[in-house]
């Protein structure tokens, strides 16, 4: 390597950091819901989002979930094999499905709501008050400025 060559650690390269977070922590919740619920990860979002606003299309459900709308449709089949999520047509275009929270699939989501809430609780424990709204702040504003970036031209991109 030479001297002039940028050198790229990746435990200290924040995007590769924040990655391995949120899938280690997607993995902690993933086996909890799966051992407790028998869902997937994709199957708790759906539902997770179901159980706030019914009536969803699977692109709309994408969009909330960052998910593609093949995983969004398989995890709302698997959802409603289990009888957790209805399906039905939009009344006005045929094309589309909308989809809701059975009664039993509003039961499951109030006790998976529950378990992630009480979850999120012992994680951010070792954080004070403070800190935990500093953290709310910076994520919102880099949550803000992916989109920024992404829509930056690559040479414009890295000077974050």
Same mark, same amino acid.
């Given at each position: !390597? ?6 790229? @650690?990746?435990?200290?390269f924040?995007?590769?950091r924040l ?7 997607s ?7 799966r ?8 199957e708790?979002?759906? !539902? &997770? ?6 009536g /969803?299309?699977a ?17 709302a089949?698997? /959802? ?25 699939? @509003? ?16 994680? /951010? ?8 709204a500093? /953290?709310?702040? !910076? ?17 414009? &991109?890295?000077?974050?």
């Amino acid at each position: !390597m030479k001297a002039s060559e940028p050198v790229l @650690r990746l435990e200290r390269f924040v995007p590769y950091r924040l990655s391995v977070l949120a899938n280690r922590i997607s993995a902690a919740l993933a086996r909890r819901y799966r051992d407790r619920f028998g869902l997937s990860v994709p199957e708790w979002r759906v !539902m &997770a989002v179901l159980g706030r606003e019914d009536g /969803l299309s699977a692109r709309e459900l994408s969009a909330r979930t960052a998910m593609d709308k093949v995983k969004i449709t398989r995890a709302a089949q698997a /959802l409603a094999r289990k009888g957790l999520v209805a399906r039905e047509r939009d009344r006005r275009d045929h094309r589309v499905t909308r989809h809701r929270l059975t009664g039993r699939g @509003r039961e499951i989501y109030a006790a998976v709501a529950a378990e992630a809430l009480a979850w999120e609780r012992r994680f /951010l424990a070792g954080l004070d008050g403070c800190e935990r709204a500093c /953290l709310e702040r !910076m994520l919102g504003r880099l949550e803000r400025r992916i989109a920024e970036v992404e829509g930056a031209p690559e040479d414009l &991109a890295c000077e974050v």
